[in-house]
């Protein structure tokens, strides 16, 4: 299977295209990786310190998970690198059109506005942290937390379209947890399960049934919303939550997943 992957240049994102990259079944035409540290232009926007606290957590932790694997591994992905936004440029557009992939995969990148859509559908699978459509927009991974639900902490795998996480759900997977867990921990642990998720569904790709996201109406989030009082809640609510869904793991098992037959439940 040849495919492009459109992602962004954390260590997160190197990752996630280096791992895929290495499947003996999957060659990767090209990685469009757009520059984008959230902590830089956070300290750039000039934001409040628990704000860039919360961030330093969170780098910290992917190079805890991420950082050997990225330094040591053999990078097949043939990653380019590009500024914010011009992933939709026409250069990168025409390039990708030109290579003809049999798909398309993209994490972490700017929203998709170019014809791809059009040229790639049902060809281009996004990948939203979030479980789709309970949580939509940015920060889809953080506000379950905020709001004492952490059983909505999960990853869609969609086809995208020009709406905001509406394209038709493939596969969706729910976080792992551990009582003694970190919040940003159970992200990245979540990162190195979809990366795995996406490689089965990558070589298994013939056999994907889309279906009609689920009907509700869910929440939606931007990233005005990040606040430090959501901060505050974020992690104190974090410990009697979790400890919450071990004592009632109906709470985790009763939302409604979209899930293709051939892979692990």
């Keep these: 299977m040849k495919i492009v992957i459109l992602t962004g240049d954390q260590l997160r994102h190197d990752y996630f295209r280096k791992i895929i990259a290495l499947n003996n079944n999957i060659e990767v035409l090209t990685s469009y990786c757009e520059s984008n540290n959230q902590l830089k232009s956070s300290v750039e926007k000039k934001s409040s310190q628990l704000q860039l606290e919360h961030l330093r957590i969170r780098e910290q932790s992917e190079k805890d998970f991420f950082e050997d694997f990225v330094l040591h591994s053999k990078d097949l992905s043939n990653p380019q690198k590009v500024n914010i936004g011009e992933i939709n440029n026409n250069f990168v557009v025409e390039n990708i059109i030109k290579l003809n992939p049999d798909l398309i995969i993209s994490y972490g990148c700017s929203i998709i506005t170019s014809k791809l859509l059009d040229v790639f559908e049902n060809k281009f699978i996004n990948l939203h942290l979030g479980l789709s459509p309970y949580y939509r927009g940015s920060g889809t991974n953080y506000w379950p937390f905020v709001n004492s639900e952490p059983e909505f902490c999960g990853v869609t795998f969609m086809y995208i379209d020009k709406g905001i996480d509406t394209g ?18 159970i992200g990245n642990r979540l990162i190195k399960k979809m990366s795995k998720v996406i490689i089965e569904l990558i070589n298994n790709f013939k056999r994907v049934e889309a279906k009609d996201e689920i009907l509700f109406n869910g929440k939606l989030y931007k990233n005005k919303d990040f606040s430090d ?13 979790i400890e919450s869904l071990f004592e009632n793991k109906n709470k985790h098992e009763k939302i409604e997943l979209i899930q293709q037959h051939f892979l692990d439940k």
């Design 168 to 185: 038709k759900i493939i596969h969706q997977i729910q976080a792992d947890y551990g009582k003694s867990d970190h919040p940003v921990v």
């Design 229 to 241: 009082e959501s901060i505050i809640r974020y992690y104190s609510n974090f410990a009697r939550t």
